[in-house]
T-cell receptor, first 113, second 113 residues
C-alpha cells in the first residue's frame, strides 16, 4: 500500500522568510496530493492540492510542486507570518478507488515574529 | 466549514467499557472516514464507508467497528476500550472517490483510563 514520508518534523523560521516542507510517496499510481493545515486544537483544513497532470500550483503565498518521476511533492510558503504557525500534513491517494488518503506524519511550523 | 459534527466532543471512559462515537453530516456526501490522530503518527485511517451499509477497514482497524445505516451518520465503536485507544478521533467526508477533497469534523478527544 501507499506510504508517505514527510520532512522535516519541525521547522522554525523568522517572519518574512520562506518555508519548505517535503513529502515522498511510494505508490506510483497516486494522482492526488493535498496539503492540510491544522492549528492547535482545531480540525485539519485543506489549504492547497495538486493533481498528477500538473507540476506546480500557486495560491497567493503558498505553492505546491510535484515531481511524479521522483515521487515527491513539496509545500512552499513565502513571506511567512505568525499566523502560518501550525502543523502541516501532506497526503496521497494511492491506487485505491475509494478515495482513501494516506497522510504524512506532519510538520510543526513555527514562525517567529 | 462543511456541515460535519461529531459527538461527543470529549469523553473519559474506563478500560473495558464500550464506546460509540458519532459523525453526522448534512452535505449528503457519499464517502465518510474515521481517523485517529496521535503525536508522531499524523492521521491514520481506521475505517471508511463508500455508501450506506458499505464499509471497509483502514490501516489501524483492530479493536474498532463501524456502521452506516443512513447517509448522514457514521458510527465508530470501540467494543472494549483500551488505554492504547486514547486519542483524538476525526471524521471526514467526501463526495467523490478520485481527486478526493476530504473535509474534517471538529474531532473527539477520547481518554481511556
Amino acid at each position: 500500500g501507499e506510504n508517505v514520508e514527510q520532512h522535516p518534523s519541525t521547522l522554525s523560521v523568522q517572519e518574512g522568510d520562506s518555508a519548505v516542507i517535503k513529502c515522498t510517496y511510494s505508490d506510483s499510481a497516486s494522482n492526488y496530493f493535498p496539503w492540510y493545515k491544522q492549528e492547535l486544537g482545531k480540525r485539519p483544513q485543506l489549504i492547497i492540492d495538486i493533481r498528477s497532470n500538473v507540476g506546480e500550483k500557486k495560491d497567493q503565498r503558498i505553492a505546491v510542486t510535484l515531481n511524479k518521476t521522483a515521487k515527491h511533492f513539496s509545500l512552499h510558503i513565502t513571506e511567512t507570518q505568525p499566523e502560518d504557525s501550525a502543523v502541516y500534513f501532506c497526503a496521497a491517494d494511492g491506487s485505491s478507488n475509494t478515495g482513501k488518503l494516506i497522510f504524512g506524519q506532519g510538520t510543526t511550523l513555527q514562525v517567529k515574529p | 466549514d462543511a456541515g460535519i459534527t461529531q459527538s461527543p466532543r470529549h469523553k473519559v471512559t474506563e478500560t473495558g467499557t464500550p464506546v460509540t462515537l458519532r459523525c453526522h453530516q448534512t452535505e449528503n456526501h457519499r464517502y465518510m472516514y474515521w481517523y485517529r490522530q496521535d503525536p508522531g503518527h499524523g492521521l491514520r485511517l481506521i475505517h471508511y464507508s463508500y455508501g450506506v451499509k458499505d464499509t471497509d477497514k483502514g490501516e489501524v482497524s483492530d479493536g474498532y467497528s463501524v456502521s452506516r445505516s443512513k447517509t448522514e451518520d457514521f458510527l465508530l465503536t470501540l467494543e472494549s476500550a483500551t488505554s492504547s485507544q486514547t486519542s483524538v478521533y476525526f471524521c471526514a467526508i467526501s463526495d467523490k472517490s478520485s481527486y478526493n477533497e476530504q473535509f474534517f469534523g471538529p474531532g473527539t478527544r477520547l481518554t481511556v483510563l
